[in-house]
């Protein structure tokens, strides 16, 4: 069972509010990222980390934020929300190891809905 | 750039096999991987396969890879209601992390007793 959790699983929050979206892993893995999926759609990377300090921007563009102060945490936030925020949005986290990127492991997921 | 297409929706009855297909455009990808999201779960890795083997079987599971054709299908033997999931298709084109994993919309899959 994965150690990666994510809260809160569902948030509906009015147009304009800050809203930070936790995930938190147990199993020391460096890398973690933000993915982001709309209903129909497929899975897009918003954001990604290498470690403690590291965050890098994924394939699709996104108005959230993301810092990487601990290993085990990676929260993403919104400084605004609005309607086009609403998604579904999942973190996940892997480590580096000789093959590469076998396995990722990934949270429950978060439901926004921006009103 | 990357695109992993996989149908939306698959219904089978309890005991059939289940096939769900998966094709994508990019002939260098490396991995392929079959993901499985259970209602009000996470993704969980089903299986994956190198792009150098052609089949992979795991008890109920038997992936197989058509290179030529860039197609991935992923079949359970003997479905059970437990099989009731999304399943993911997607490919890296490299090893170096998730970032360059590319995820399908996911495949419905329903299984009626």
């Known amino acids: 069972e994965a150690d990666i959790y994510q809260t809160p699983r569902y948030l509906v929050i009015g147009t304009g509010k800050k809203i930070t979206l936790e995930c938190s892993q147990t199993m020391g893995h460096d890398k973690m990222y933000w993915y982001q999926q709309d209903p129909g759609m497929e899975l897009h990377l918003i954001h990604y980390?290498?470690?403690?300090?590291?965050?890098e921007k994924g394939d699709l563009s996104s108005e959230s934020t993301v810092s990487r102060i601990r290993t085990e945490h990676f929260p993403l936030t919104l400084e605004s929300a609005r309607p086009s925020h609403t998604s579904q949005y999942l973190c996940?986290?892997?480590?580096?190891?000789?093959?590469?990127?076998?396995?990722?492991?990934f949270g429950q997921g978060t439901r926004l809905t921006v009103v | 750039g990357e695109d992993v297409e996989q149908s939306l929706f698959l219904s089978v009855r309890e005991g059939d096999s289940s096939v769900i297909n998966c094709t994508y455009t990019?002939?260098?990808?490396?991995?392929l991987y079959w993901y499985k999201q259970e209602p009000g779960a996470g993704l969980q890795l089903l299986t994956y396969?190198?792009?150098?083997?052609d089949m992979k079987q795991d008890q109920r599971l038997t992936v197989l890879l058509n290179k030529k054709d860039k197609h991935l299908s992923l079949r359970i033997a003997d479905t059970q209601t437990g099989d009731s999931a999304i399943y993911f298709c997607a490919e890296s084109l490299s090893p170096g992390g998730y970032q360059k994993v590319t995820f399908g919309i996911g495949t419905k899959l329903q299984v009626i007793p």
């Open positions: 996940a986290s892997s480590e580096v190891d000789r093959e590469s990127n076998t396995e990722a492991f």
């Open positions: 990019d002939s260098s990808s490396t991995y």
């Open positions: 980390s290498y470690g403690v300090n590291s965050t």
């Open positions: 396969i190198f792009s150098n083997m």
